[in-house]
């Protein structure tokens, strides 16, 4: 996954595995979260164009690096 595609996913460490198993009352699962629905668009916006100049990037550097 890449850094601009995971906004919305939690990213559990092995002890947050181990707990989660423990985890009787479903408590533990926490994701990142917006204070408004505009907020979560903007946001997503944002990374979807960071994502897309990432691609650019690389793209322009392995076509200049043939050259």
């Known amino acids: 996954m890449s850094r601009f ?3 919305l996913f ?6 947050d595995g181990v707990g989660s198993v423990l985890d009787m009352s479903g408590e533990l699962p926490e994701f990142n ?3 408004s629905p505009e907020e979560a668009d903007n946001s997503a916006i944002m990374l979807d164009w ?3 100049a990432e691609d650019i ?3 322009a ?3 200049s690096g043939r050259q």
């Open 5 to 7: 595609t995971s906004f």
């Open 10 to 15: 939690a990213m559990p460490t092995a002890l």
């Open 33 to 35: 979260s917006s204070d």
């Open 50 to 52: 960071m994502a897309i």
């Open 57 to 59: 990037r690389f793209a």
């Open 61 to 63: 550097s392995t076509v």
